[in-house]
């Protein structure tokens, strides 16, 4: 039978078992609740009854992934979503290394994500944890661990760079100078002022901006294609979009899909090429600018221009943050961002809706004082 006993400010649990040469163990463990080490008692009890190997698996989380998603995932899955996998068992490796899927708690489990939020958006560390609990799901049914360790875990606060806006963003008066400053710099021999042009004509983050092709451009109707972005941390090949509503297709203004397409003569004519076919990568072929590096270029333009010092992903508040003064539907600013939906956009955007509304119900009360 398992004993629990309360030590201090936890719960232990321990349960008695023989294993088939008629030797006799003990499995520990220590929870913060009663009630949790309750319920892993009686999942080792039922797992005893069964007759599973409850002494724990000898395989580590990383091992028991790898293989079940070799097994499950690799043979039906596409390509893109191949990447999300992989990308996955890259942050367990990191975590978890060599711990043993049988020794992961919930507690554990739960800092792992907790960790994840300090770096990634909600959708990815969304996206990580419902592949860990798919595969925590198997290991239980297979009798591999005796308890989902991912059951009741949250998804905590994440970082979420769209909701930094604060003073992130450039009056029009100020894009209107960043975008007459840095348009004479965009060439094959200043990629970054290219990038940054485009972000701030476009409003893609640095990672679709990073991630364009020449055949992303449609030179008759002035449009952007989004359908992936460039994975710049890690081996700089292609990842999938942030979300679903981020594959898109977003109009230009007509004079920069000319200086695209003047980079694009540029770039053939020197013999530049890249396997990825990729817009912006330097004279040698290889690399596209770093977000550092175009922040540095940023940093450059103020001092210049002496206006106020935004980030590279606050091109993109400028965009929209303008789009919304000149009174664009917000819906359509939604759907041009990539957002999964208006909420998103409205959240993000609360400082320059706040203002427009002051402005409108001004407009409001002298269209009634004239009826």
Same mark, same amino acid.
């Given at each position: 039978m398992a004993s629990i006993k309360k030590r201090g400010a936890s719960w232990s649990a321990r349960i008695s078992f023989y294993d088939q040469s008629g030797k006799r163990h003990t499995k520990n463990a220590t929870f913060k609740t009663k009630k949790e080490a309750e319920f892993f008692a009686n999942q080792n009890e039922i797992s005893k009854?069964?007759?599973?190997?409850?002494?724990?698996?000898?395989?580590?989380?990383?091992?028991?992934?790898?293989?079940?998603?070799?097994? =499950? !995932?690799?043979?039906?899955?596409?390509?893109?979503?191949?990447?999300? %996998?992989?990308?996955?068992? /890259?942050? *367990?490796? #990191?975590?978890?290394?060599?711990?043993?899927?049988?020794?992961?708690?919930?507690?554990?489990?739960?800092?792992?994500?907790?960790?994840?939020?300090?770096?990634?958006?909600?959708e990815t560390v969304a996206k990580i944890a419902g592949h860990c609990r798919a595969c925590v799901i198997d290991a239980v049914e297979d009798g591999v661990i005796s308890h989902n360790f991912t059951t009741r875990t949250t998804i905590p606060k994440c970082v979420d760079y769209e909701a930094e806006v604060g003073n992130n963003y450039l009056s029009a008066a100020d894009m209107s100078k960043l975008?007459?400053?840095?348009?004479?710099?965009?060439?094959?021999?200043?990629?970054?002022?290219?990038?940054?042009?485009?972000?701030?004509?476009?409003?893609?983050?640095?990672?679709?901006?990073?991630?364009?092709?020449?055949?992303?451009?449609? =030179? !008759?109707?002035?449009?952007?294609?989004?359908?992936?972005?460039?994975? %710049?941390?890690?081996?700089? /090949?292609? *990842?999938? #979009?942030?979300?679903?509503?981020?594959?898109?297709?977003?109009?230009?203004?007509?004079?920069?899909?000319?200086?695209?397409?003047?980079?694009?003569?540029?770039?053939?004519?020197?013999?530049?090429?890249?396997?990825?076919?990729?817009?912006?990568?330097?004279?040698?072929?290889?690399?596209v600018p770093t977000d550092n590096a175009v922040n540095k270029a940023l940093r450059v333009a103020h001092e210049k221009l002496g206006i106020k010092k935004i980030t590279f992903h606050g091109l993109r508040h400028t965009h929209a943050s303008y789009l919304l003064y000149k009174n664009v539907s917000i819906y359509v600013i939604s759907q041009r961002l990539g957002h999964s939906d208006v909420g998103i956009t409205q959240r993000v955007y609360t400082h320059v809706i706040a203002e427009l509304h002051e402005e409108q119900t001004g407009l409001i009360n002298d269209a009634l004082e004239s009826i």
């Open positions: 009854s069964r007759g599973d190997n409850i002494l724990g698996s000898t395989k580590t989380f990383v091992q028991y992934f790898t293989e079940w998603y070799k097994t =499950y !995932k690799e043979p039906a899955v596409a390509a893109a979503t191949k990447k999300n %996998y992989l990308f996955t068992l /890259d942050k *367990l490796e #990191t975590s978890f290394k060599d711990t043993k899927i049988g020794d992961v708690t919930r507690t554990v489990y739960q800092m792992f994500l907790n960790d994840l939020a300090d770096t990634y958006a909600r975008q007459a400053y840095i348009r004479p710099k965009v060439s094959i021999n200043n990629m970054s002022a290219s990038m940054i042009m485009v972000s701030l004509l476009s409003g893609l983050r640095y990672s679709e901006v990073a991630g364009l092709t020449w055949s992303d451009i449609d =030179y !008759k109707n002035n449009t952007l294609r989004v359908n992936k972005t460039l994975d %710049y941390k890690g081996d700089g /090949d292609f *990842l999938p #979009t942030k979300t679903k509503a981020s594959n898109r297709v977003v109009m230009v203004p007509d004079y920069l899909v000319k200086l695209l397409g003047g980079m694009h003569q540029d770039q053939v004519a020197a013999g530049i090429q890249n396997d990825l076919h990729l817009i912006f990568i330097g004279t040698h072929g290889k690399y």
